[in-house]
């Protein structure tokens, strides 16, 4: 694999530089939207907190369905173990 040149990495640079300007404008155009309308960032708020307590329940029930495997998982290592006793 060739070494880039010089002149490669400066177009390159040049390139991205551009696409970063070009990220800038859009996020400034999009922050102007959401100030001119403030109906727009009030449902931002909204859906951002439905999103944060969606969020909590679901760790919740992850934390909930966790405990059930454990408690069937020990149940069933009961059952195997009371039922094929280890012969001495």
């Given at each position: 694999?060739?070494?880039?040149t010089?002149?490669?990495l400066?177009?390159?640079?040049?390139?991205?530089?551009?696409?970063?300007?070009?990220?800038?404008?859009?996020?400034?155009?999009?922050?102007?939207?959401?100030?001119?309308?403030?109906?727009?960032?009030?449902?931002?708020?909204?859906?951002?907190?439905?999103?944060?307590?969606?969020?909590?329940?679901?760790?919740?029930?992850?934390?909930?369905?966790?405990?059930?495997?454990?408690?069937?998982?020990?149940?069933?290592?009961?059952k195997?173990?009371?039922?094929?006793?280890?012969?001495?």
């Amino acid at each position: 694999m060739e070494t880039p040149t010089i002149d490669e990495l400066i177009v390159k640079l040049k390139e991205i530089h551009s696409g970063l300007r070009q990220n800038l404008a859009d996020l400034h155009q999009k922050l102007e939207v959401l100030d001119s309308e403030p109906e727009l960032l009030s449902s931002v708020e909204v859906l951002t907190k439905d999103a944060e307590s969606r969020a909590n329940n679901l760790e919740i029930e992850v934390k909930q369905l966790r405990e059930e495997i454990k408690a069937i998982k020990e149940i069933l290592g009961f059952k195997f173990e009371t039922n094929n006793p280890v012969n001495t």
